[in-house]
């Protein structure tokens, strides 16, 4: 694990969110309500990059390809349910906005995280 300068605080207003890529891992951060988030930038089912084809409103968090909706807060999705964002530590050292992220390369991650997990309950709300 290794930490990684994002930005600086001022550039990520509260109901914001900024789109980067650090060593290959595609990341959205999010300010909710004064609190940063970071969570892995694709959408677990399609892969729809959540900051090009995303909006946020301050609370959720809609990937714009299929319209799959995620809590800001805990990165759980909301509809489907079932799928989860991958999150990675954040922290504010001096102004600046840094994410821990693994030492493994982005795309054996991403393998092992990005899961829909219909046997743990995951279905579409009607």
């Given at each position: 694990?290794?930490?990684?300068?994002?930005?600086?605080?001022?550039?990520?207003?509260e109901g914001e969110?900024?789109?980067?890529?650090?060593?290959?891992?595609?990341?959205?951060?999010?300010?909710?309500?004064?609190?940063?988030?970071?969570?892995?930038?694709?959408?677990?089912?399609?892969?729809?990059?959540?900051?090009?084809?995303?909006?946020?409103?301050?609370?959720?968090?809609?990937?714009?390809?299929?319209?799959?909706?995620?809590?800001?807060?805990?990165?759980?999705?909301?509809?489907?349910?079932?799928?989860?964002?991958?999150?990675?530590?954040?922290?504010?050292?001096?102004?600046?906005?840094?994410?821990?992220?693994?030492?493994?390369?982005?795309?054996?991650?991403?393998?092992?995280?990005?899961?829909?997990?219909?046997?743990?309950?995951?279905?579409?709300?009607?």
């Amino acid at each position: 694990m290794g930490w990684h300068k994002v930005c600086h605080i001022e550039g990520l207003w509260e109901g914001e969110m900024l789109g980067c890529k650090i060593n290959g891992y595609e990341l959205v951060l999010l300010n909710v309500k004064g609190e940063l988030r970071a969570y892995y930038g694709l959408c677990p089912h399609a892969l729809g990059r959540l900051t090009e084809e995303g909006i946020f409103d301050g609370e959720r968090l809609v990937c714009g390809v299929h319209l799959w909706e995620f809590d800001a807060c805990s990165g759980k999705s909301i509809n489907p349910c079932g799928a989860e964002l991958p999150a990675f530590p954040v922290q504010v050292r001096e102004g600046e906005v840094y994410v821990e992220l693994p030492d493994m390369p982005a795309r054996e991650w991403a393998l092992r995280n990005l899961r829909f997990d219909a046997a743990k309950g995951g279905s579409y709300d009607e």
